[in-house]
């Protein structure tokens, strides 16, 4: 189901224009993110978070030297506390 998903999303172009992101992250100023990528995600380069986060302001980017796209270890860490601290707690 999952590669079936990812294959859909993919086909439609993440149902943006080419480059729309990028060009609207001014307006994510405010609302608070952080991008967590691993170094040797080869699927997705770091430079593309590095575009976004220059481009989003108050963004943080959290770059895990020892990861690649699949996560784990300390990229499953920087998840977790990128949501500690961006997310409101629960009640």
Request: glycine share 14%.
């Amino acid at each position: 189901m999952f590669a079936r998903l990812v294959t859909h999303y993919w086909r439609h172009a993440a149902f943006l224009p080419d480059g729309a992101l990028l060009r609207g992250a001014a307006r994510l100023a405010g609302i608070p993110g952080v991008l967590v990528h691993g170094r040797y995600d080869v699927s997705g380069p770091p430079d593309i978070a590095w575009d976004l986060h220059r481009r989003w302001p108050g963004s943080e980017l959290r770059l895990i030297d020892d990861a690649g796209h699949g996560g784990g270890g300390a990229f499953t860490d920087a998840v977790v506390d990128a949501l500690d601290r961006v997310l409101p707690p629960r009640r």
